[in-house]
């Protein structure tokens, strides 16, 4: 492909260019594009013209960018997401409903936890994730699940890379994980409001490893953390059994 | 842009790979993605290699290939539907536990329908619509929901663009979009199920042109129609409000 004098391909430019859009900066003036993604002002204007040609990206009408419908569109309709999010859709909205609590389901990737979906409810307890969004696998109850249901193989190299941040955290990590996976759900404060517990229960396959993670946010010291557990742990069977079904 | 020898972008290219995938083909082995992107196997082998290192695409282990996490993750987290999808995203839930039926959430973009959201429901009449599929305007209710109570100037580009295929399908099409408006629905029989009928509401800006729409697909002839209209326009209400208050 070809590469620019500074040595960055196209695709590389391309790459940064959707990474400076963010839920909390979904519209950029080009400066704040150029900048975020490290692209000279001229060359910017340039590649600009064809992402909008493409609809991958949109001006708006006071000239701020954001992304197209179209990167949307072609991101979403076959989406490797999107059998996992159809099957756990209605128990999420069940957990949402019986728990009063926001409900996110998420994987684990390139060593962070990703939201894959998530329920909103007003008057739920704060709760900072939001679709699409990563958080810390060692400072989140998702993250935690995710790992201790995760190959030998993938929690070994996930130490390997992390293991300074991980055992500050979890002094006694090995008993921890081994805990989690006997009650068969894991649970952590908040990192982000110490008022709050999240708790997480692992979607498995049939080998007994987690493909993603059911969870909940509830205020800490309610006595909900047990109850919500167990309704996690019911909805993560149920949404097992209708990945199952729609495979076979 | 650097531009191949037979004349089309990196851009152009990347667009072709990535409409290669929809819902019906998920996952594509080389050969396929190639025909159905018109680049070269060669070419297609190349650029695979730097599309997967950034996990755009992704390869499973039997060799075939699909859109990889990380270009979901950039569509989604700032995306231009994510404010409309969360203000809906409550009231879509009331109306598929209320009415029994899927339930849309729809866009008018590039002359189509461009569904983006639905929830399902076990049991409900059957509905091909997809998360991020399109439809046809002049065959859905959504769609002339979706023109009905677009600006003037939308309509009449509309029109110039496709006069024959709507005025066939709607020999009295300004009587009709007259008559959506009055009664603030759109309803029509299923083009691929006739036994069903489709019913849309508009979800109004301030100024009383559509931002979306929201519908659901029930049993013909059933006395569904009306009450279905009726859930549909309170739903659609409840959402615009909702967007209001997001924005002030």
Do not use: C
């Not at 992304?67 to 859709?89: K, Q």
């Not at 979607?203 to 205020?219: F, H, K, N, R, T």
């Amino acid at each position: 492909m070809a590469n620019s004098p500074s040595g960055d391909s196209m695709l590389d430019r391309l790459v940064r260019i959707l990474d400076a859009f963010d839920a909390h900066n979904p519209q950029l003036t080009v400066s704040a594009l150029s900048r975020r993604a490290d692209i000279p002002k001229a060359t910017m204007y340039r590649l600009l013209d064809e992402l909008v040609s493409h609809d991958l990206l949109a001006r708006d009408n006071t000239g701020q960018v954001r992304l197209g419908l179209r990167l949307w569109e072609l991101a979403n309709r076959s989406a490797a997401t999107y059998d996992l999010r159809t099957a756990a859709l209605p128990f999420m909205e069940d957990i949402n409903q019986l728990l009063g609590q926001n409900t996110q389901l998420s994987v684990l990737h390139q060593d962070e936890v990703l939201i894959i979906e998530r329920l909103s409810r007003p008057g739920s307890v704060v709760n900072q994730a939001n679709v699409a969004g990563r958080m810390p696998v060692h400072r989140t109850s998702m993250g935690m699940a995710l790992l201790a249901f995760s190959r030998p193989e993938i929690i070994r190299g996930f130490l390997e890379r992390h293991r300074e941040l991980m055992t500050a955290a979890h002094p006694d990590f090995h008993a921890e994980i081994a805990e989690i996976r006997r009650i068969g759900f894991a649970s952590l404060d908040g990192f982000i409001d110490s008022e709050t517990t999240g708790v997480a229960a692992p979607i498995l396959d049939e080998a007994g490893y987690q493909v993603a993670v059911i969870s909940v946010v509830v205020p800490r010291d309610s006595g909900a953390l047990q109850p919500a557990a167990l309704a996690l742990r019911t909805a993560a069977r149920g949404i097992a059994r209708a990945l199952h079904i729609r495979d076979s």
